[in-house]
C-alpha cells in the first residue's frame, strides 16, 4: 500500500490536522495495525514539501495547536492518478509467511510442527475477525473480507506447500549438522 | 463421556486406504473441523460417525452407541435419533416435497404429520429457503438444496451434527448465515459439530482442528 497516496485519500474529505488523518486511517482499517503518528506527520511534511498539501489553518482550541492540512490541486491530480491503476498483483515471495514455508521445505525442520503451528495462527486469526463486527459500514466490511480473503489465500498456498512434502512416514529430517557443505 | 470417540479406525475401499489407525475424540458442546486434501479419508471418517458405514477394524462411539457392534437396523435408529447431516449437494429424497424432505426425520421418529410438517416449515423459514413447501427437491439450485438439508438435519435437535462442505453450493453471505444457524442451534442444546471441508472460512468456525493427510491424522490444533 502506497502511504504517501493514502494520505492524499484520507485528506480528500475535508482538510485535516495530523490527529484526525491517525484516527481516520484506523477506522478506515480496524484490523490492521495502527497507524503511527510520527508516521502521518512525516508523510504530511513530505507532502507539503511536493506541493501536494498545503496547511490552510493552525487550530489551538484549547489543546495544542494543530496545523490543519488540505490536497493542493496537484494531490488531487495525483490522488486520482493512483485510484486510475490497478494494485500491483503480489508474489513477490517476500512475505514473512514464504519465507518461512520456503526454509521449512529447504530445512525439514520440524515441518509438521510448523505446519500445524501455522495453520492454527492463520484460523485463529480468521475466526476472531468472523466473530466481531467488521464495523459500521460496506467500506469496512470490504476491509475485513480483504483480509480474511488473503489469510485464505495463504492457507490455500500452504496446502499446496504441504503437498509437496514427502509423508510423515518416508519424511526424512534434515538438521543443519546433517548437511553436507555445498 | 465424548459425544464421538474413534480408536484405531481404519478403512478401505477395496485396495484403496481410505483411513488408517485414526483416533479422535469429539466433546459435549464441541465444534471440531476436519480439513485436509482432496481423498485424504475426511468424508470416510464422516460417513463412519454417521454410522453410514461401518468400520472394518477399530472402535467407534457415538452418544454412547457402539457403533461397530450394531447392526444395519440399529444403526439406522441410531442416526434418526442422535445424528443431523448435511451433505454437499442436499441429497434430498427427490420424490418427496421440500417441506417432507424436512419433516422426515420427525416423520421417521413416530411424530405426528401435522407436527412434523409444521416444523419443518419453521426450519424452512429459519435456513431462509423462500420457495412454496410443496416443491420437489428437482426444481431447487444447488444452494436452496443445501439450504433444505440444513434445516432437515436440526428439525431433530440432533446430538451430533456432521456436515461435509455444508457451503460449498452457496454465496458467501448465505454460507455463513447457514454455516452460523448449523453450529449455534447444535451447540446451545449442548450438541457437538463436526465440519468437513476444505473451505478455510469454515474450518476456522470451529474449537478446534482435526487435519488428515493419506488416512491419517497429521495434527490436531486448539483454534479457541
Known sequence: MSLTELHLALLAGAPRHGYDIKQEHDSWFPDTRPLPYGQVYATLARLQRDGLAEVVETRVDGGPERTVYALTADGAARLRAWLAEPAAPTG???????????????????????????RAAHLRRIRELQATPPGAGPAERLVREHLIAHLDADLRWLELATELLPSPDDQPTVRPDERKPA | MSTVELSGVSHAYGRTQALSDVSMTVEPGEVVAVTGPSGCGKSTLLMLAAGVLRAQSGRITV??????????????????????????????????SVRDNVALPLLLGGHRPVEARAAADGWLERVGLDVEPDTLPADLSGGQAQ??????????????????????SLDATSGRA???LLVTTTVQAGGSVVLVSHDNAVAARADREIRLRRGTVAHQVALS
Open chain 2, 63 to 96: 452418544a454412547g452407541t457402539d457403533l461397530a457392534g450394531a447392526d444395519d437396523a440399529s444403526r439406522a435408529r441410531f442416526r434418526r435419533r442422535e445424528v443431523g447431516l448435511v451433505l454437499q449437494f442436499g441429497q434430498l429424497v427427490p420424490d418427496l
Open chain 1, 92 to 118: 513477490a515471495g517476500a512475505e514473512e509467511i514464504v519465507r518461512k514455508t520456503v526454509s521449512v521445505l529447504h530445512t525439514g525442520i520440524d515441518v509438521g510442527g510448523f505446519v500445524a503451528r501455522q
Open chain 2, 147 to 168: 439450504l433444505a438439508a440444513g434445516a432437515r438435519a436440526l428439525v431433530a435437535g440432533p446430538r451430533l451434527l456432521l456436515a461435509d462442505e455444508p457451503t460449498a
Open chain 2, 178 to 180: 447457514l454455516l452460523d
